[in-house]
């Protein structure tokens, strides 16, 4: 299925324009901190977007709406739980980060444990963030195969290349505030596709009442006490699997992931970025209604259908939207994805040579040869990123069951570790990485089992490390003793 003329021209004037934007608004870089940290001058406000524009990719442009139109509304019991977290980070975790000069999340492992923690904690993230979003990257070829024609590498390469472009000119800088414009962009696509669907539909917002309530499709609450012990821990939107998954998955990948941390320290004071934190989670929590309402609105303009829930609302986008409004909503399906993309490229370059790197071999190179080495890492990354999506486009499981089930893996091991330093002042690194390792191991074996659902990984994970490394602290300190 080939698009429109006028949807092409859109696109390609909304790639063309953000690569520019980012190359500009970035500014010129001399040093690492410049290139990583937007040396330290960014407003909080436009942080805060950013870190919206971040977490949201094309899983939750996609998958959201599908969600919604296969079920109800219980996934925003799990956003109240990413306020909740948020509000743990901004004043638990980055309190402690801005207790010196700390350049990565992994610098604060080092000051509290020591290098090998703060290496191994960074080796962990680059792994699990090049797999979670060459996922993300993958479902943005999605539409985009259905609407050029075209196979999915290529799709992803497109992508892939003007992200690249203004990452690599305009830094974390550029990064943030391209981020500014592209959430304004993603979300204004979803709006125009809600009011669309109102219009198609007979009875406008009336026919989405009718359709929903008698498929009781905007039942929030969901307590899940009746359905058992193995039910009740089995269904990942429950509300207190929901509040408690939701807190703890957003402790971890905005506490404790250099993909959001990145932008936390590039604010002047420890009082912007908690501004910037809290302020994404209570925007979060209105951008994902609006993304569910809109997969209520598909129930009700297609019924039941026999397909895959991420394909509902691309199909939507290309076989009902008139030309022009089509390729609007795909620029934001792009934003959605470029947006996570940058993000990624940034901060993986960055923990390579800030945490890595720099203290291995780059001890003696001068701001010029560190700013030329990082730029070459940001390439370096862009690529592998590619190869993942690529590797992930043969997967038959939807993608977001994916991406969130790669983060999961490490994300308790991650936060248990930065807990156990936080919590626990006798902790030593021994510990911290028995802990890390044990957890992560733990992780493995519950979700390969499918013991509890996706909501309850992290707590799981932060459970398990925290009881091995308090447990071998408590050890040594009494072998000291004795």
């Known amino acids: 299925m080939h698009g429109n003329t006028l949807d092409y021209i859109i696109i390609i004037?909304?790639?063309?324009?953000?690569?520019?934007?980012?190359?500009?608004?970035?500014?010129?870089?001399k040093s690492v901190k410049d290139y990583f940290l937007g040396s330290k001058v960014v407003p909080w406000w436009a942080v805060c977007f950013s870190i919206v524009a971040a977490e949201t990719s094309t899983l939750t442009f996609i998958s959201i709406p599908g969600l919604a139109y296969l079920t109800n509304l219980n996934f925003l019991q799990v956003t109240v739980g990413y306020l909740l977290g948020r509000i743990v980070v901004a004043f638990v975790f980055l309190p402690a980060y801005s207790k010196g000069d700390l350049k990565t999340a992994y610098s604060f492992l080092e000051n509290r444990f020591g290098g090998k923690t703060r290496s191994f904690a960074s080796i962990v993230f680059l792994f699990t963030r090049t797999a979670a979003d060459g996922v993300r990257l993958f479902a943005t070829a999605i539409p985009l195969k259905l609407m050029l024609d075209i196979d999915y590498t290529t799709a992803i390469i497109i992508i892939a290349m003007v992200t690249l472009v203004y990452t690599y000119t305009g830094g974390v800088k550029g990064v943030i505030w391209v981020d500014v414009v592209l959430m304004f962009i993603y979300l204004g696509g979803a709006v125009v596709a809600a009011a669309?669907?109102?219009?198609?539909?007979?009875?406008?917002?009336?026919?989405v009442v009718?359709?929903?309530?008698?498929?009781?499709?905007?039942?929030?609450?969901?307590?899940?006490?009746?359905?058992?012990?193995?039910?009740?821990?089995?269904?990942?939107?429950?509300?207190?699997g929901g509040l408690l998954g939701g807190a703890f998955l957003s402790m971890a990948s905005h506490g404790?992931?250099?993909?959001?941390?990145?932008?936390?320290?590039t604010t002047k004071t420890l009082k912007d970025s908690q501004k910037a934190i809290i302020g994404s989670g209570i925007i979060v929590i209105f951008q994902f209604t609006l993304f569910l309402i809109v997969g209520v609105m598909l129930y009700a303009y297609y019924g039941k259908l026999d397909v895959k829930s991420d394909e509902i609302f691309p199909m939507f986008i290309i076989k009902v939207l008139p030309p022009g409004v089509t390729g609007i909503i795909i620029a934001g399906l792009f934003a959605a994805a470029m947006s996570t993309l940058a993000g990624s490229m940034s901060s993986l370059s960055s923990s390579t040579m800030l945490d890595l790197y720099l203290p291995f071999f780059g001890k003696n190179n001068d701001d010029k040869k560190q700013l030329k080495v990082s730029r070459m890492f940001t390439i370096m990354w862009a690529v592998l990123l590619v190869c993942s999506a690529i590797f992930f486009k043969e997967s038959s499981e939807a993608v977001v069951v994916i991406a969130l089930s790669i983060a999961s893996f490490t994300y308790g091991g991650l936060l248990g570790t930065f807990l156990l330093g936080v919590l626990n002042k006798k902790a030593r690194q021994e510990d911290a990485l028995a802990g890390f390792v044990g957890g992560i191991f733990i992780m493995v074996t519950?979700?390969?089992?499918?013991?509890?659902?996706?909501?309850?990984?992290?707590?799981?994970?932060?459970?398990?490390?925290?009881i091995i490394g308090s447990i071998l602290t408590m050890l040594s300190d009494r072998e000291k003793k004795e």
């Open 13 to 29: 004037v909304f790639l063309i324009g953000v690569a520019i934007l980012g190359a500009f608004s970035g500014g010129k870089q």
């Open 210 to 240: 009718n359709a929903a309530s008698s498929a009781d499709k905007f039942s929030i609450i969901n307590l899940g006490f009746d359905k058992g012990i193995s039910g009740f821990f089995g269904d990942p939107y429950t509300l207190i």
């Open 196 to 207: 669309f669907l109102i219009h198609l539909l007979p009875e406008g917002w009336s026919s």
């Open 256 to 265: 404790t992931d250099q993909l959001i941390v990145q932008r936390l320290l």
């Open 446 to 466: 519950v979700i390969t089992l499918k013991l509890v659902a996706w909501t309850w990984f992290t707590l799981v994970g932060v459970i398990a490390t925290l």
